[in-house]
């Protein structure tokens, strides 16, 4: 079955980069002790989420940045949100901080008196949502930024919600193929109750319930998501395609042929790539059914027909249909031979051509020998197209 995760959603960008005037106050002393350190850091928004690009520049001086006077060092913000400069003149600076469109004459953030001291590295985060950045906005700049992040708290805490309900799936996943269906569905039950709006939690739930031959569960919680996934906006045709072939299996399974039929049509029209694999498995529950209710038994040929159709090299569909057909065979009274209906030693035949040496080979060859047909002394698969 095609995965099917759930998708986080995506956090909020809410850099809201309000752009404040140069804080001008008069320089101090300028430059301390001879030599240089280095200087690093991380812009960050009002979320503290890291801002990618713009400059970090910086102005000597301990009380502010002088109007008109340009900066001593020009630092480039990266693609992560981090900066980093080297050879800085020791002394205190006024940093600040402007995206690529910030005018010279103004600022998103600045901090002042940041000591750069020789042979060392000073770290200098531009943390926007720090109290006293925050102060300097209005109060509709402030309520705007609080909204901003109530959303962005909600999409993290969601966000953490998927993550788990992930690991969950892969577990349950896990679980069905070791066939711990019990643990599987009730992992599946426990978390489409946290998040009943995703379509692939009931999927799973219903596969897990089909493990466990609870087919009327299965029918109802399989329908469930296949109606969620329908309805939206970019359906998963191939978990679509898995849920309706299981959903077929249920149904067969508890006697209700045509709607098992339908869901396996439904099946092949939603991922026409792997129809010859769900008309196949169609066959087969058609053929295991066929000795309880005789209504399967109507099907088999069909559905193996079918399975020829889409894939002609699937060796299964020809012996099902063979098998069916034999059933309906009659003794000629003068020679005692089996009269099969047309189509059933073709069929074994081509059977035996793609399976030479396949699970009902034997099976195969002896009918064959009792309809007196003409075998091939040896037969070789055919090449798939």
């Known amino acids: 079955m095609k995965s099917g995760i759930l998708w986080p959603r995506l956090g909020l960008a809410i850099l809201i980069a309000f752009v404040l005037p140069l804080a001008a106050m008069p320089l101090a002393a300028q430059e301390g002790a001879a030599g240089s350190g280095k200087i690093h850091g991380t812009v960050n928004d009002t979320a503290g989420a890291p801002v990618p690009n713009g400059t970090v520049s910086l102005y000597p001086g301990a009380g502010g940045v002088a109007p008109n006077v340009d900066p001593k060092y020009v ?57 006293a950045y925050l102060a300097k906005l209005s109060p ?13 708290a909600a999409i993290l805490k969601e966000n953490a919600t998927i993550k788990n309900l992930n690991a969950d799936l892969g577990k349950a996943r896990q679980d069905d193929k070791d066939k711990n269906y019990a643990d599987a569905a009730a992992l599946m039950q426990k978390d489409a109750t946290i998040k009943p709006d995703a379509a692939v939690l009931w999927v799973e739930l219903g596969m897990a319930q089909a493990g466990l031959k609870q087919w009327s569960d299965a029918e109802t919680n399989l329908q469930k998501g296949l109606t969620m996934d329908e309805a939206a906006k970019k359906p998963d045709a191939g978990m679509d395609g898995a849920a309706e072939d299981k959903l077929g299996e249920s149904y067969a399974s508890d006697g209700k042929i045509p709607e098992a039929v339908a869901a396996y049509d439904a099946a092949a029209k939603i991922n026409p790539a792997s129809a010859g694999m769900y008309y196949e498995n169609e066959a087969i529950m058609m053929d295991r059914m066929s000795a309880t209710v005789p209504a399967a038994a109507d099907q088999i040929v069909t559905a193996a027909d079918k399975a020829i159709a889409a894939d002609p090299n699937r060796a299964i569909p020809y012996y099902l249909k063979a098998r069916a057909l034999v059933a309906k065979a009659t003794v000629d009274p003068k020679t005692q031979r089996i009269v099969a209906p047309e189509g059933c030693a073709d069929a074994y035949q081509k059977y035996l051509q793609l399976a030479p040496n396949g699970p009902f080979a034997a099976d195969a060859k002896a009918v064959l020998a009792e309809m007196s047909e003409t075998q091939q002394t040896s037969y070789k698969a055919s090449k798939k197209h």
């Open 75 to 131: 630092l480039n913000v990266g693609p992560d949100g981090t900066y980093k400069g080297d050879g800085i003149t020791s002394g205190n600076y006024s940093i600040v901080y402007r995206t690529p469109t910030t005018p010279k004459s103004q600022v998103v953030d600045q901090i002042d008196n940041v000591q750069i001291s020789p042979g060392l590295d000073t770290t200098a985060n531009m943390d926007m949502s720090r109290p």
């Open 140 to 152: 509709d700049q402030r309520k705007e930024i609080e909204e901003a992040q109530k959303k962005n």
